[in-house]
């Protein structure tokens, strides 16, 4: 992989070099316009830039968040307005080309953690509502700590390699057969959004694999559930069902979104609902009209966990027990939220691919939401054994889902265990919709 890189790299060094974009003076706050400012606070939600772009506990946009990817540790940039550590120098040009074509004020190569491949679907008006946005935030004087990548993957130049082979430059061309809605959707999905960059599968190269749109990824230890034709989803999704997960964060057939997703819906919830309701619609098809298959097996888990609860019989299978005593008091008693759990037939976790995100969920429970009725759920790393935990999982998935035993469960929970306490210490802050509704639209 190494020596394919060094010679992509080599051929590509002759198209390597970008020049450097002048310095600016940092631009008066004063000088942007304040609805343009606004559009680009939403955007920057849309786009997911809190989440990467801060530390847990630290300063907005000030960057050093640790991404950890299969090359190394890559550090996100400074991106608020101070002139030495920030992109206060950064003219609205040099910004646009960041974010079309991966590139740095000085010339140098981005590397692809930061989703350019996707930011390149976006039109120079949101850039420029962007560029508002951020060079109107507080400027925080902090350095970038340095990538910890090993050579030759530490020379910047190497990416550009990487782009001839992956970065599709341009920007989202709207398709006329579709309406207006849809193509809005699909703008955002592909484009600012990203919601390919964690439901996409990587190459060896850390691409999105082209020809398995959305067919399931992974992210810090979770795993991103195929959301297309694919779906392991028991109950098929529809366009409410998205938009009320998308938007609030939950859906009574669907459960609740959790880990890297529960950031992406509590930005959702911040912006103008119809871009929310335009991505549902594009994403609607992007799943597809589900089989008779699955819509007869939706029907059939839908109408099991309606019915009312039978009492644990007394079964001498391993997980039952714990089962019974430590979970169905909350997922089969049809209590209302917080408390009350998805029955576990409708769990998208328990029928996926591979037992990570039940071990997260069971490890680590589920945190309420402040200032919000949200589902709570406690977490049990510290009652539970790693074998009791695993008795459980291989437990709900034989019983829940009409899915072949998982394999490697054990591996899961330890490494559950370890990148929880990893997560504690550097996944960023919370970052909810105000409780004030009106609060959304001041930027
Ligand atoms: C998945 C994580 C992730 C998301 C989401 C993300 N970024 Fe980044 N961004 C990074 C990383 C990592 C870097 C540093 C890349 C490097 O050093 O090559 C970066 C670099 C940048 C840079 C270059 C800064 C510099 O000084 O070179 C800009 C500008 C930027 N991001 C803006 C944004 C904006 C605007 C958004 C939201 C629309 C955003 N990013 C969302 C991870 C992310
Ligand atoms: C930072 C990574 C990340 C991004 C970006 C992301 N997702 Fe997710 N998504 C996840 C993870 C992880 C899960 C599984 C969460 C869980 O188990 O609760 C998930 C779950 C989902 C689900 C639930 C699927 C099911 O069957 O239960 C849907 C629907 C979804 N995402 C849609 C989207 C859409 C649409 C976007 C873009 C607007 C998006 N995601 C962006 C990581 C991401
Ligand atoms: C205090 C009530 C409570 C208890 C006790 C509890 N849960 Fe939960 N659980 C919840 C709530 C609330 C949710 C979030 C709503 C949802 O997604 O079902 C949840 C979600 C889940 C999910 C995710 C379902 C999905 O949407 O994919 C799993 C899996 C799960 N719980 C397993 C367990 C297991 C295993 C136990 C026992 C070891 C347990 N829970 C104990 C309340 C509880």
């Known amino acids: 992989m190494a020596a394919l890189l060094i010679g992509g790299g080599a051929a590509a060094f002759a198209v390597a070099w970008r020049p450097a974009i002048a310095a600016i003076e940092p631009p ?39 991404v950890p990817t299969p090359f190394g540790t890559i550090y996100s940039s400074n991106i608020t307005p101070d002139a030495d550590t920030g992109i206060g120098t950064w003219s609205q040009a040099a910004f646009r080309r960041a974010m079309r074509s991966g590139i740095n004020r000085e010339g140098q190569h981005l590397y692809p953690t930061f989703p350019y491949d996707h930011f390149t679907n976006v039109t120079d008006e949101d850039d420029d509502a962007l560029y508002a946005y951020l060079m109107t935030r507080p400027a925080v004087h902090a350095p970038t700590p340095a990538n910890q990548l090993s050579f030759p993957l530490d020379q910047r130049f190497v990416v550009a390699g990487w782009k001839l082979l992956f970065l599709r430059r341009g920007t989202y061309a709207p398709d006329s057969a579709q309406t207006a809605e849809w193509n809005r959707g699909a703008y955002l999905v592909e484009g600012l959004a990203h919601c390919g960059s964690c439901h996409t599968p990587r190459n060896a190269l850390g691409a999105e694999r082209a020809g398995a749109s959305f067919a399931g990824g992974d992210v810090d230890n979770w795993n991103a559930y195929a959301i297309n034709a694919r779906s ?36 959702l919830s911040s912006v103008d609902e119809r871009d929310v309701h335009a991505i549902a ?76 995100n ?45 899915q072949p035993a998982w394999t490697g469960v054990e591996k899961t929970i330890e490494e559950a265990r370890r990148t929880q306490t990893v997560s504690l210490q550097t996944s960023p802050p919370p970052h909810n919709a105000p409780a004030d509704p009106t609060q959304r639209d001041k930027p």
Not at 242 to 261: E, I, K, N, T
Request: net charge positive.
């Open 358 to 402: 039940v071990a997260n969920i069971v490890l680590s429970g589920i945190r309420p939401v402040e200032g919000e009725r949200s589902p709570i759920m406690p977490g049990f790393a510290n009652s539970m054994t790693n074998d009791q935990v695993a008795a459980v999982l291989n437990y709900l998935r034989s019983r829940f889902s009409n």
């Open 232 to 267: 392991p989803s028991p109950v098929p999704w529809d366009t409410a069902a998205l938009f009320s997960y998308l938007r609030q964060g939950w859906h009574p057939d669907h459960g609740v979104a959790r880990g890297p997703m529960a950031e992406v819906v509590s930005n």
């Open 281 to 356: 619609t594009y994403m609607t098809s992007v799943f597809g009209a589900p089989t008779p298959d699955q819509m007869r097996r939706g029907n059939e888990v839908l109408a099991k966990a309606k019915a009312p609860a039978v009492p644990a019989s007394q079964t001498e299978v391993p997980g039952a027990s714990i089962y019974a005593a430590a979970c169905a008091t909350c997922h089969e008693t049809g209590r209302p939220v917080p408390y009350g759990g998805v029955n576990l037939g409708l769990s998208t976790a328990i029928s996926g691919p591979d037992p990570r």
């Open 28 to 66: 008066a706050p004063k000088s942007f316009d304040p609805a343009l400012v606004k559009r680009g606070r939403d955007l920057a939600a849309l786009g997911n830039c809190t989440d990467c772009h801060t530390v847990r506990g630290g300063k907005t946009f000030a960057g050093g968040l640790p």
